[in-house]
C-alpha cells in the first residue's frame, strides 16, 4: 500500500474517531479492510459536511461560493477516483474504498447533491433531529446517506 493511501487511512480513522465516535466504534466490530473503507467514505463526507457547515457557508451573499466548494470537492472526488493523480490523502482514500467496495458513482452524486440542498433547506424539524427535506419521486433514498428520509 502506497504511503499516500496509510496516511490517508490514518487520517480518516482519525476524522470518524473525532466527528462519529458511534460509527467508529461500530466499525471496530468490522473486519480490517471493511473498517478502513467505512472510516475512508465518512471523511469524505465529512469534509464535505464541512464545506457546507463552516461559518457563514449558508449567508445570502455566500451560498453561491459555497456551493462552487462543493462541486469542485465532488470533482476532485471524480478525477481521483478515475485514476487522476492526487496529494491529498482523504480524496486517495475515499477513492480507493469507493472502487475495492464497489459503490457505484451514482451513490456519490446523489450525496453530493444532498449536501447541496441542504444550502437552501429553510429549516429543521428538531422533532426528529435531522433536516426535513423532500426528494423527487425518482429519488431511491441518497438522502439517506445524509440523515434523511427517502
Not at 473486519?31 to 445570502?60: F, I, K, M, N
Not at 470537492?73 to 486517495?92: C, H, M, N, S
Not at 423527487?136 to 439517506?144: I, L
Request: proline share 4%; hydrophobic share 40%.
Amino acid at each position: 500500500m502506497s504511503a499516500l493511501l496509510e496516511a490517508g487511512h490514518r487520517r480518516a480513522e482519525a476524522i470518524t474517531r473525532q466527528h462519529a465516535t458511534t460509527y467508529y466504534w461500530g466499525a471496530r466490530l468490522l473486519p480490517e479492510e471493511r473498517r478502513r473503507q467505512v472510516h475512508a467514505v465518512y471523511a469524505l463526507c465529512r469534509t464535505a459536511d464541512d464545506v457546507v457547515d463552516s461559518p457563514g457557508a449558508t449567508s445570502p451573499g455566500r451560498v453561491a461560493g459555497t456551493a462552487q466548494r462543493l462541486t469542485a470537492l465532488e470533482q476532485r472526488f471524480e478525477e481521483v477516483r478515475a485514476g487522476a493523480p492526487t496529494d491529498d490523502p482523504v480524496l486517495a482514500v475515499a477513492a480507493d474504498a469507493a472502487e475495492r467496495a464497489g459503490i457505484a458513482p451514482s451513490v456519490f452524486r446523489r450525496f453530493f447533491g444532498a449536501m447541496r440542498q441542504d444550502l437552501t433547506v429553510a429549516g429543521h424539524d428538531r422533532r426528529r433531529g435531522f433536516v426535513a427535506a423532500r426528494f423527487d419521486a425518482e429519488d431511491d433514498g441518497g438522502g439517506a446517506l445524509h440523515g434523511r428520509d427517502s
